[in-house]
């Protein structure tokens, strides 16, 4: 891992094209301005984990499409009929 | 016999879509083969065309959440060259545990697809305001 000191105002160009930039430190954190292209996605890390986390645990799904569309049905309709 | 109309629908009835940044924590997965299985409704799936071993069931969100709406930022929308809201499909994936009836779909990470040009990407919503794992199964 690369380690950088950099006091507020100063910055990092990180593959020629993302700038994250210190704007300042506070007792909350450290401010981060972040310039990227459109096409390169920025996330809090844990932000990014827990969607990454749903998706890899959507693809364990172990039932068949159909059966599991067929519970959905059968508990939607039997709340239809609770009204 | 009918026309098929859209050349990216293929013979067996599956929309191909390609998703430039793949899924969250799936880059690598591109493509992505939607299917719409007539006993599988509400459901769809999703295939990686890449890998055969991951698939996905999806679901339209505002099926079990009639006032979900998804906000696109400036950039976001155009990414995806949306020319108007009704070109934007939403979907969202399901995740089913061991214990089925308590199957969940992460309405803070939703699928937003173009469909007019296939094009598709995984938005990511703030979990403070969008739950992770919304139950889709009404609990007595």
Redo the contacts between chains.
Sequence with gaps: MLVITRKPEQSIIIGGEVEVIVLGITKDGVRLGIKAPRSVQVHRREVFEAIAAENRAAAEAKLPLQSVAAMLRAAQAKKQDDR | MTQNQDPIIDSDGSVLLTF??G????PELRGFRLLE?H?????K?LQSVERDE????CIDPASVKPDYSVPLGE?ES??LHLESPDEALVLT?????DD??S?TT?L??PLVINVRSKIGF?I?L??EKYP??FP???QD
């Excluded at chain 2, 994936?93 to 545990?97: D, K």
């Design positions: 430039p940044k899924l969250l924590g799936f299985p006993d599988g409704y509400p459901l799936f991951v698939s996905f069931i950039e155009e990414a994936l399901v995740v089913i545990p089925a009836k199957m992460n803070a990470g995984q990511v703030s979990a992770l794992r889709i199964i009404p």
